[in-house]
Protein backbone atom coordinates (compact mmCIF):
# COMPACT_ATOMS: atom_id res chain seq x y z
CA UNK A 1 0.00 0.00 0.00
CA UNK A 2 3.17 2.51 0.55
CA UNK A 3 4.35 1.82 -2.61
CA UNK A 4 1.37 2.64 -4.19
CA UNK A 5 1.26 5.71 -2.19
CA UNK A 6 4.46 6.58 -2.89
CA UNK A 7 4.02 6.18 -6.62
CA UNK A 8 0.72 8.09 -6.82
CA UNK A 9 2.60 11.18 -4.68
CA UNK A 10 5.23 10.80 -7.67
CA UNK A 11 2.52 11.03 -10.27
CA UNK A 12 1.17 14.18 -8.47
CA UNK A 13 4.40 16.10 -8.38
CA UNK A 14 4.71 14.87 -11.83
CA UNK A 15 1.93 16.38 -12.85
CA UNK A 16 1.95 19.43 -10.64
CA UNK A 17 5.62 20.48 -12.47
CA UNK A 18 4.02 19.96 -15.71
CA UNK A 19 1.55 21.74 -14.94
CA UNK A 20 3.75 24.69 -13.97
CA UNK A 21 5.96 24.52 -16.64
CA UNK A 22 2.93 24.48 -19.03
CA UNK A 23 1.89 27.61 -17.76
CA UNK A 24 5.28 29.13 -17.38
CA UNK A 25 5.98 28.55 -21.43
CA UNK A 26 2.52 29.65 -22.30
CA UNK A 27 3.08 33.32 -19.99
CA UNK A 28 6.54 33.42 -21.95
CA UNK A 29 4.74 32.58 -25.21
CA UNK A 30 1.88 35.85 -24.54
CA UNK A 31 4.77 37.76 -23.59
CA UNK A 32 6.42 37.17 -26.73
CA UNK A 33 3.51 37.92 -28.67
CA UNK A 34 2.89 41.56 -26.48
CA UNK A 35 6.45 42.26 -27.04
CA UNK A 36 7.04 41.78 -30.43
CA UNK A 37 3.43 41.04 -32.74
CA UNK A 38 1.19 43.45 -30.73
CA UNK A 39 1.20 47.16 -32.22
CA UNK A 40 -1.42 48.69 -30.93
CA UNK A 41 -1.20 50.64 -27.98
CA UNK A 42 -3.03 50.22 -24.69
CA UNK A 43 -5.58 52.92 -24.05
CA UNK A 44 -4.09 53.69 -20.54
CA UNK A 45 -0.75 53.29 -19.09
CA UNK A 46 0.09 54.48 -15.83
CA UNK A 47 3.92 54.59 -15.21
CA UNK A 48 5.28 55.41 -11.25
CA UNK A 49 7.61 58.67 -11.35
CA UNK A 50 9.34 58.96 -7.99
CA UNK A 51 7.15 58.58 -4.22
CA UNK A 52 3.51 59.38 -4.17
CA UNK A 53 3.69 60.88 -7.80
CA UNK A 54 2.80 58.74 -11.65
CA UNK A 55 2.19 59.47 -15.15
CA UNK A 56 -0.64 58.58 -16.89
CA UNK A 57 -0.66 58.44 -20.50
CA UNK A 58 -3.38 57.75 -22.97
CA UNK A 59 -3.67 57.91 -26.73
CA UNK A 60 -5.09 59.73 -29.87
CA UNK A 61 -4.36 59.60 -33.63
CA UNK A 62 -2.71 62.76 -34.47
CA UNK A 63 -1.32 63.71 -38.01
CA UNK A 64 -2.68 59.81 -38.91
CA UNK A 65 -0.37 58.65 -36.11
CA UNK A 66 -0.99 57.44 -32.68
CA UNK A 67 0.17 60.02 -30.40
CA UNK A 68 0.58 59.89 -26.52
CA UNK A 69 -0.82 62.18 -24.45
CA UNK A 70 0.77 63.01 -20.68
CA UNK A 71 -0.97 63.78 -17.04
CA UNK A 72 0.02 63.59 -13.74
CA UNK A 73 -1.16 62.18 -10.77
CA UNK A 74 0.05 62.08 -6.82
CA UNK A 75 -1.02 60.78 -3.63
CA UNK A 76 -2.05 62.64 -0.13
CA UNK A 77 -3.36 62.08 2.73
CA UNK A 78 -6.74 63.68 1.55
CA UNK A 79 -7.32 61.91 -1.70
CA UNK A 80 -5.51 61.67 -5.03
CA UNK A 81 -4.70 65.08 -7.23
CA UNK A 82 -5.16 64.99 -10.47
CA UNK A 83 -2.74 67.04 -13.30
CA UNK A 84 -4.68 67.19 -16.64
CA UNK A 85 -7.45 64.88 -17.71
CA UNK A 86 -7.09 61.76 -20.22
CA UNK A 87 -7.00 62.69 -23.93
CA UNK A 88 -8.93 59.59 -24.69
CA UNK A 89 -12.50 60.22 -23.58
CA UNK A 90 -13.23 56.36 -23.02
CA UNK A 91 -10.40 56.59 -20.14
CA UNK A 92 -11.87 59.66 -18.03
CA UNK A 93 -13.36 56.92 -15.52
CA UNK A 94 -10.94 53.68 -16.23
CA UNK A 95 -8.42 56.24 -15.06
CA UNK A 96 -10.48 56.73 -11.57
CA UNK A 97 -10.91 52.98 -10.90
CA UNK A 98 -7.36 52.55 -11.90
CA UNK A 99 -6.20 54.49 -8.92
CA UNK A 100 -8.82 53.67 -6.78
CA UNK A 101 -8.02 49.93 -6.72
CA UNK A 102 -3.96 50.60 -7.11
CA UNK A 103 -3.85 53.01 -4.24
CA UNK A 104 -7.32 52.48 -2.17
CA UNK A 105 -8.05 56.61 -2.76
CA UNK A 106 -10.53 58.77 -4.70
CA UNK A 107 -9.54 61.72 -6.96
CA UNK A 108 -10.43 65.12 -4.96
CA UNK A 109 -9.22 67.68 -6.93
CA UNK A 110 -8.11 68.17 -10.90
CA UNK A 111 -6.34 70.78 -12.48
CA UNK A 112 -6.28 71.98 -16.30
CA UNK A 113 -2.86 73.21 -17.97
CA UNK A 114 -4.42 74.75 -20.72
CA UNK A 115 -7.68 74.99 -23.01
CA UNK A 116 -7.01 72.10 -24.87
CA UNK A 117 -9.31 68.97 -25.01
CA UNK A 118 -6.38 67.09 -23.73
CA UNK A 119 -6.13 68.72 -20.97
CA UNK A 120 -9.39 69.81 -20.08
CA UNK A 121 -11.75 67.27 -21.63
CA UNK A 122 -12.57 65.31 -18.78
CA UNK A 123 -13.46 68.43 -16.60
CA UNK A 124 -16.81 67.87 -16.77
CA UNK A 125 -16.85 64.37 -16.35
CA UNK A 126 -15.05 64.67 -13.32
CA UNK A 127 -16.52 67.37 -12.02
CA UNK A 128 -19.99 65.18 -11.91
CA UNK A 129 -18.30 62.55 -9.59
CA UNK A 130 -17.95 65.35 -6.96
CA UNK A 131 -13.86 65.86 -7.82
CA UNK A 132 -13.08 69.54 -7.55
CA UNK A 133 -11.91 70.84 -10.80
CA UNK A 134 -9.91 73.64 -11.44
CA UNK A 135 -8.73 75.77 -14.09
CA UNK A 136 -7.24 79.50 -15.16
CA UNK A 137 -9.56 82.70 -15.28
CA UNK A 138 -7.79 83.18 -18.78
CA UNK A 139 -8.22 78.84 -19.93
CA UNK A 140 -12.40 79.56 -18.65
CA UNK A 141 -12.32 82.10 -21.11
CA UNK A 142 -11.00 80.36 -23.67
CA UNK A 143 -13.37 77.14 -23.14
CA UNK A 144 -16.44 79.55 -22.66
CA UNK A 145 -15.91 81.29 -26.15
CA UNK A 146 -15.13 77.56 -27.95
CA UNK A 147 -17.82 75.72 -25.42
CA UNK A 148 -15.31 73.51 -24.46
CA UNK A 149 -15.58 71.58 -21.26
CA UNK A 150 -14.88 74.01 -17.89
CA UNK A 151 -13.70 73.73 -14.39
CA UNK A 152 -15.92 74.08 -11.79
CA UNK A 153 -13.30 76.99 -9.73
CA UNK A 154 -11.10 79.46 -11.65
CA UNK A 155 -7.51 80.35 -10.65
CA UNK A 156 -7.02 84.11 -11.13
CA UNK A 157 -3.24 84.49 -10.56
CA UNK A 158 -0.33 81.97 -9.94
CA UNK A 159 -1.18 80.07 -7.02
CA UNK A 160 0.03 77.35 -4.20
CA UNK A 161 -2.22 74.45 -3.35
CA UNK A 162 -1.92 72.96 -0.20
CA UNK A 163 -3.53 69.12 -0.21
CA UNK A 164 -2.67 66.66 2.19
CA UNK A 165 0.98 66.50 2.82
CA UNK A 166 1.90 68.22 -0.38
CA UNK A 167 2.26 72.16 -1.52
CA UNK A 168 2.58 72.94 -5.24
CA UNK A 169 2.50 75.97 -7.45
CA UNK A 170 0.98 76.92 -10.16
CA UNK A 171 2.76 79.49 -12.33
CA UNK A 172 2.00 81.27 -16.13
CA UNK A 173 5.22 82.57 -17.80
CA UNK A 174 3.81 83.74 -20.46
CA UNK A 175 2.17 82.80 -24.02
CA UNK A 176 3.63 79.50 -25.56
CA UNK A 177 1.92 76.56 -27.09
CA UNK A 178 -1.77 78.45 -26.01
CA UNK A 179 -2.24 82.15 -24.53
CA UNK A 180 -3.04 80.38 -21.23
CA UNK A 181 -0.55 77.40 -20.99
CA UNK A 182 0.44 77.36 -17.54
CA UNK A 183 3.10 74.87 -15.79
CA UNK A 184 3.05 73.27 -12.15
CA UNK A 185 5.86 73.21 -9.55
CA UNK A 186 6.30 70.70 -6.66
CA UNK A 187 9.22 72.35 -4.71
CA UNK A 188 9.88 69.23 -2.49
CA UNK A 189 10.37 66.45 -5.45
CA UNK A 190 11.65 69.49 -7.38
CA UNK A 191 9.05 68.34 -10.37
CA UNK A 192 8.12 69.96 -13.35
CA UNK A 193 4.87 69.34 -14.80
CA UNK A 194 5.45 71.33 -18.30
CA UNK A 195 2.10 70.06 -19.79
CA UNK A 196 2.20 70.95 -23.81
CA UNK A 197 4.12 74.36 -23.30
CA UNK A 198 6.98 72.00 -23.02
CA UNK A 199 8.24 69.42 -25.90
CA UNK A 200 9.58 66.16 -24.94
CA UNK A 201 12.82 65.80 -26.22
CA UNK A 202 11.43 62.52 -28.96
CA UNK A 203 9.76 65.55 -30.65
CA UNK A 204 11.07 66.70 -34.15
CA UNK A 205 8.76 69.78 -34.49
CA UNK A 206 6.23 71.92 -32.12
CA UNK A 207 3.77 69.78 -33.12
CA UNK A 208 0.40 71.52 -33.07
CA UNK A 209 0.32 75.72 -33.68
CA UNK A 210 -2.64 76.72 -34.17
CA UNK A 211 -3.16 78.66 -31.04
CA UNK A 212 0.78 78.74 -30.39
CA UNK A 213 2.75 82.30 -30.07
CA UNK A 214 6.09 81.05 -31.20
CA UNK A 215 7.63 84.63 -30.53
CA UNK A 216 7.17 84.59 -26.92
CA UNK A 217 7.49 81.39 -26.42
CA UNK A 218 11.26 80.80 -25.81
CA UNK A 219 10.76 84.42 -23.52
CA UNK A 220 8.29 82.20 -21.35
CA UNK A 221 10.70 78.81 -21.35
CA UNK A 222 13.46 81.08 -20.50
CA UNK A 223 11.10 82.42 -17.60
CA UNK A 224 10.51 79.21 -16.31
CA UNK A 225 14.47 78.14 -16.02
CA UNK A 226 15.14 81.06 -14.03
CA UNK A 227 12.32 80.39 -11.59
CA UNK A 228 12.37 76.96 -11.25
CA UNK A 229 16.33 76.04 -11.79
CA UNK A 230 17.01 72.47 -13.21
CA UNK A 231 14.31 70.27 -12.33
CA UNK A 232 14.81 66.87 -10.84
CA UNK A 233 11.64 65.55 -13.65
CA UNK A 234 10.10 67.29 -15.84
CA UNK A 235 7.14 66.16 -17.65
CA UNK A 236 5.94 67.30 -21.23
CA UNK A 237 2.32 67.10 -22.62
CA UNK A 238 3.05 64.58 -25.31
CA UNK A 239 6.10 61.69 -25.89
CA UNK A 240 8.41 60.35 -23.83
CA UNK A 241 9.01 62.20 -20.50
CA UNK A 242 12.33 60.07 -19.32
CA UNK A 243 14.34 63.01 -20.13
CA UNK A 244 14.62 66.24 -18.25
CA UNK A 245 16.55 67.91 -20.95
CA UNK A 246 12.86 69.05 -22.79
CA UNK A 247 13.00 72.37 -21.87
CA UNK A 248 16.55 73.04 -23.43
CA UNK A 249 14.66 71.01 -26.60
CA UNK A 250 12.12 73.14 -26.56
CA UNK A 251 14.21 76.09 -26.97
CA UNK A 252 15.93 74.41 -29.46
CA UNK A 253 13.29 73.08 -31.54
CA UNK A 254 11.89 77.10 -31.18
CA UNK A 255 15.14 78.09 -32.83
CA UNK A 256 15.15 75.69 -35.93
CA UNK A 257 11.21 76.91 -36.24
CA UNK A 258 12.41 80.50 -36.10
CA UNK A 259 14.94 79.57 -38.63
CA UNK A 260 13.11 78.12 -40.90
CA UNK A 261 10.43 80.81 -40.88
CA UNK A 262 13.08 83.30 -41.35
CA UNK A 263 12.10 85.36 -37.93
Not at 2 to 10: E, M, N, S, W, Y
Not at 21 to 32: E, H
Not at 238 to 253: A, D, I, P, R, V
Amino acid sequence: MRKIADIQTLARIFMTTSIRKYFILLIGFSLSISLFGQTQQPSLKITHLTGDFYVFTTYRTFKDKPMSSNGLYFLTDKGAVMIDTPWDTTQFQPLLDSIEFKHKKKVVLCIATHSHEDRTGGLEYYKQKGIKTFATEQTDIICKERGEKRAEFLIFQDTVFAVGQYTFQTYFGGAGHTPDNIVIWFPKDKLLYGGCLVKSTDASDLGYLGDADTKQWSTTIQKIKQKFGQPSYVIPGHQNWTNKKSLNHTTTLLRQYEKKNNR
